[in-house]
């Protein structure tokens, strides 16, 4: 295993500029983060009742009445939370802060003495870690743990990570393998990745240690959720679980014996996660062997083309190799994020681009589409092929909606939307000892260091409507901090500007040279400049010369609108094509084409036509295209089979973005298009 991984900047360093996601992370603070409040306070009528925070002020004895909700509606106000810290950290919200306080006075007065804090078993004095494989506490206290270090490292502000440790140091003194122990681990993951980014931030190897155990038990020996089950006083919160399989929550087999996504897609990419980051911290080649094998076979086989993962409404599960289907697949919002969390984990550890290019291919489709344009409607489940009258309760489609929901009683997904967007600073650069990565074309400044140097840098782009970058990097002194970026605003002690410039000194960069593009230039003037491409980026050096004079990269990609078949293993998608720009998949929707979307097939010999519409969705490159579709003329008796002639009428098509559908009222959606095949 490597010596060394990415490092991720803080997101304090990073002042992101783009026409592109400002706007989405604006809506974050503006809107998203005060209609949330707005939710979980119970104040918006007509949509499903939150009571999380209720719950809260209840079982701190500051209110009077009895727990409402599922046993994880705590997770809620933790996601709320750690979206909260991640706004604050780049922009001061006085607000939003104020607000976040008193949750965290509360939550430290609900908190039981010995660390213990989960507001239903709590209020509804059950036993403790009676039920790990439904009642979802170390879930909960995972969530809690990841809010409690975002606001640290927001804020220094200690009170909600103070909880946080007694909290884990409760779960550290109930769970292990030794004798009164709970020799156990958690139905939901994401304890684990939670109690790894506790270590990184108070060094205590326990946090660490314990989600090793966590990792390593897990699949050992008798299942312990089927041995948990046949005690007397077990009882079933969930119907689904009573012929529970242990498929559902990878614990099946051991960890570092399993080849393929199975289960619970959100259950499985936390998982993932955590064992990505052991693998590093512990050297364990074998866990890492194990996570590229299972990455492999979710991109390979197990992913939509938008980036979605689980393909079955049922239980949201993974199902089997190259199961795609468009129109009843689930493809949950929260998979997507995991998906997209443990991709740049795999990218920190192994310096493959191609990671990046899932991440990438993640914020730009599943996640964007998750949430609607005005920041208060959000989809649970991200289908390809939207038919709105074939949505039918109690059918194999009754999860798919036509148009995003207010809210729901299952509600992990908008606040995990929230603490995404607020925080996709993070995975532009990245920095490993004299090497900075540029993994998003997101335009932004940032001031980084690099031994005891620092460098400003800047991308200019309008991408993904535009394939130009322009890429700046300067070597700071004390007479060039000529940015937005200043010194007494950076809190992260490696952005202290650096006063001695040498005169030997270089900066290596490595820029992602995207999947998608076949052709990737980088020019320093009107030169171009060789590259090596090791591992998915291009590789260059500036001297000392160009750092101090500001020296501009400019890169040129191929990113034209194209068309993009699937494997033929996909039997759904055979013979269709989908349409894409850059990581962008675009859809047709009902709007622009009118009904019966799936009556219409396309030739791919046809030229693209891209468009920029400025007052269209905020503002997107449009794709124009010809097409056919069967008529529906010389069907007026309304037969239902016949072996009549099949006419065609011409079609003129637009395609829009999918992460922007269903923003123009409800109606047919279609990403996978019947092709026409010319000879």
């Not at 005060?34 to 306070?41: A, F, G, K, M, S």
């Not at 155990?213 to 679980?241: A, C, M, T």
């Not at 005169?503 to 020019?523: A, M």
Request: aromatic residues 10%; contains cysteine; hydrophobic residues 35%.
């Amino acid at each position: 295993m490597r010596e060394s991984k990415i490092q991720r900047l803080a997101l304090n360093q990073v002042h992101i500029k783009d026409s592109f996601w400002n706007k989405h992370i604006q809506l974050v603070k503006d809107t998203i983060l005060p209609y949330q409040w707005d939710i979980i306070n119970d104040r918006v009528p007509g949509v499903e009742t939150s009571h999380s925070l209720m719950n809260i002020r209840i079982a701190a004895k500051l209110s009077e009445g009895e727990f409402y909700g599922q046993v994880f509606q705590d997770t809620d106000v933790a996601k709320w939370l750690e979206a909260v810290a991640y706004t604050i950290a780049v922009s001061k919200d006085e607000k939003l802060e104020n607000d976040a306080d008193m949750v965290i006075d509360m939550i430290e007065r609900a908190q039981e003495k010995d660390g213990y804090f989960n507001t239903y078993y709590i209020l509804k004095k059950e036993k403790r870690f009676s039920n790990l494989t439904e009642g979802h506490e170390l879930y909960t206290a995972g969530h809690l743990i990841e809010a409690g270090v975002a606001y640290y490292e927001a804020t220094r502000k200690d009170k909600l990570l103070n909880v946080c440790r007694k909290l884990a140091d409760l779960i550290c003194n109930t769970f292990g393998e030794e004798e009164g122990k709970i020799h156990g681990y958690p139905g939901h993951q994401e304890i684990e990745l939670a109690l790894v980014k506790l270590y990184d931030v108070t060094k205590q190897k326990k946090y660490l240690d314990m989600a090793k155990y966590f990792i390593d038990k897990r699949g050992v020996g008798k299942n312990y959720f089927l041995e948990e089950q046949k005690k007397e006083n077990y009882h079933h919160i969930f119907d689904e679980f009573k012929n529970y399989d242990p498929i559902y929550s990878q614990s099946h087999l051991p960890v570092r014996e399993q080849k393929t996504a199975e289960g619970h897609a959100v259950r499985a990419t936390y998982m993932y996660c955590a064992m990505a980051d052991l693998a590093y911290a512990y050297e364990d080649e074998e866990l890492l062997q194990t996570s590229i094998t299972i990455w492999n076979n979710i991109v390979n086989q197990r992913m939509f083309i938008t980036g979605g993962i689980g393909s079955s409404g049922y239980l949201e599960r993974f199902t089997t190799d190259y199961d795609l289907p468009n129109d009843s697949n689930y493809a949950e919002t929260c998979a997507s994020i995991g998906l997209s969390y443990f991709s740049f984990r795999m990218n920190q550890i192994t310096k493959e681009a191609k990671y990046i290019d899932i991440l990438e291919k993640e914020l730009y489709n599943t996640i964007l589409s998750g949430v609607s344009l005005d920041g208060k409607s959000f989809f649970y489940v991200n289908p390809l092929e939207v038919w709105p009258a074939s949505l039918i309760p109690l059918t194999s489609k009754a999860h798919v909606k036509a148009n995003r929901q207010q809210w729901f009683g299952v509600a992990c997904c908008p606040p995990n939307i929230a603490r995404t967007l607020a925080s996709i600073g993070q995975y532009i650069y990245g920095i490993d000892q004299d090497t900075i990565y540029i993994n998003l074309f997101i335009e932004n400044e940032t001031i980084v260091q690099i031994g005891e140097k620092n460098y400003k840098i800047s991308i200019i782009t309008k991408f993904p409507f535009d394939s130009t970058i322009s890429i700046s990097v300067q070597k700071l002194t004390e007479y060039t901090c000529d940015t937005d970026i200043q010194p007494n605003e950076i809190k992260d002690i490696r952005n202290v500007l650096s006063k001695n410039a040498e005169i030997n000194d270089t900066v290596k960069l490595k820029i992602r040279i995207p999947e998608y593009t076949k052709n990737f230039v980088i020019k320093k003037g009107e030169e171009n400049i060789k590259y090596d491409n090791h591992l998915g980026y291009a590789t260059i050096e500036l001297s000392h010369e160009e750092l101090l004079c500001n020296q501009e990269i400019v890169i040129h990609m191929d990113m034209k609108a194209r068309f993009v078949h699937a494997n033929p293993l996909v039997r759904k998608d055979s013979g269709k094509v989908c349409i894409m720009k850059g990581p962008l998949v675009y859809a047709l929707e009902e709007i622009d084409n009118g009904k019966n979307l799936s009556a219409i097939m396309i030739s791919t010999k046809q030229e693209l036509v891209e468009k920029y519409e400025e007052d269209l969705l905020g503002g997107v490159t449009v794709i124009h295209l010809s097409g056919k579709k069967i008529s529906e003329m010389n069907w007026t008796d309304h037969k239902l089979y016949d072996s009549r002639e099949v006419l065609f009428d011409e079609v003129k098509l637009k395609a829009i973005p999918y992460a922007y559908w269903n923003n123009r009222g409800e109606g047919e959606m279609l990403v996978w298009i019947k092709e026409i095949f010319e000879s």
